[in-house]
C-alpha cells in the first residue's frame, strides 16, 4: 500500500441527481474527484486526445473516482464537473478577456442553477411542453454526454453526403423530443421535425429548456453591461499557460 494519499472533494451536481435512475449512482446528486497531478497534465498535453476532440472527456474519466456511468451524464452536470476539475488543478481563479477587457472569475463561487423541482418526474429525464404556435404537446428529454456523442457522429455522417449539410439544429431537436402528441415513433418524430416544427415553436421550445435545465450558472456582470454574460471558456480554461 502507498504511503503517499490524495486529497478528494465532493461535488455536488446541479441536477441533484433527479434525472438519473435510481440505481444510477449519479441519483445520489453528488460525485467524489480526486485532485489532478502530474499524470492527468499527461492527459491534457496528449496530441491523439487534443486532435480527436476527447481530451477533457479522458481528463474527466481520471479524476473522477465515483462509479459512475459517463454516458449518463447530463450536459449540466457535465459542465460543474469540468468547473470542479479546472479548480482542483489550477485554481479557482480564471483570466479571461471580453470586449478587449481583461477580467478574473473566482470559480470556487461560482454556483448551481436554481431549479424548480417540482418540473421534475421522479429519476425520469421526461419533460412535457405545449408548443404554444401549433397547440402540438411533446416530451422531450434533457441531453447527456451519449446524446452528444450520437448527434455528433450523425452530423459527421451527413456532411460526407452533403459537405454543405447544415442540420445541426434539427438534428438536436430529434434527439430532444421523445413524443409527439403520444406518438413515440422516432421515424414520425424525425419528420414531424424535418417538415411541421414551426420555428416560432422551435425557438420556444429551445428557450425553455435553456430556463429549466440543471446548469452551473457561469454569467458574469460586466462594468459596461447593464446585463449578465456568458463567461467564455477559452483555451486557458484548462491550459492557463496557452
Known amino acids: 500500500m502507498s504511503k503517499?494519499?490524495?486529497?478528494?472533494e465532493t461535488i455536488e451536481l446541479p441536477s441533484k441527481g433527479l434525472l438519473y435512475p435510481k440505481d444510477s449512482e449519479l441519483s445520489k446528486g453528488t460525485i467524489e474527484m480526486k485532485y489532478m497531478t502530474a499524470r492527468e497534465e499527461d492527459i491534457l498535453t496528449n496530441q491523439s486526445y487534443i486532435s480527436k476532440g476527447t481530451v477533457i472527456d479522458k481528463l474527466m474519466k481520471a479524476l473522477i473516482i465515483s462509479k459512475i456511468n459517463y454516458d449518463q451524464l447530463l450536459l449540466g452536470d457535465k459542465n460543474a464537473?469540468?468547473?470542479?476539475?479546472?479548480?482542483?488543478?489550477?485554481?479557482?481563479?480564471y483570466d479571461f478577456k471580453y470586449n478587449k477587457e481583461n477580467y478574473t472569475i473566482d470559480l470556487s463561487k461560482v454556483e448551481n442553477k436554481k431549479l424548480d423541482e417540482k418540473l421534475f418526474k421522479s429519476n425520469v429525464n421526461e419533460f412535457d411542453f405545449t408548443l404554444p404556435h401549433s397547440g402540438n404537446k411533446i416530451t422531450f428529454k434533457l441531453l447527456t454526454h451519449k446524446d452528444e456523442n450520437d448527434i455528433s457522429r450523425e452530423l459527421?455522417?451527413?456532411?460526407?453526403?452533403?459537405k454543405e449539410s447544415s442540420s445541426e439544429l434539427t438534428t438536436r431537436l430529434k434527439y430532444l423530443i421523445q413524443s409527439?402528441?403520444?406518438?413515440?415513433?422516432?421515424k414520425e418524430i424525425r419528420d414531424f421535425v424535418d417538415n411541421y416544427l414551426l420555428a416560432r415553436d422551435s425557438r420556444a421550445l429551445r428557450e425553455y429548456i435553456k430556463e429549466i435545465q440543471p446548469d452551473v450558472d457561469l454569467t458574469f456582470f460586466p462594468?459596461?453591461?447593464?446585463?449578465?454574460?456568458?463567461?467564455?471558456?477559452?483555451?486557458?480554461?484548462?491550459?492557463p499557460d496557452a
Open 81 to 93: 464537473i469540468m468547473v470542479a476539475a479546472r479548480v482542483l488543478g489550477y485554481g479557482s481563479n
Open 180 to 186: 409527439i402528441n403520444g406518438e413515440k415513433e422516432k
Open 4 to 8: 503517499f494519499t490524495l486529497p478528494t
Open 223 to 239: 462594468e459596461e453591461n447593464e446585463s449578465s454574460v456568458s463567461v467564455p471558456i477559452g483555451v486557458n480554461f484548462f491550459w
Open 156 to 162: 459527421e455522417g451527413l456532411k460526407k453526403i452533403n
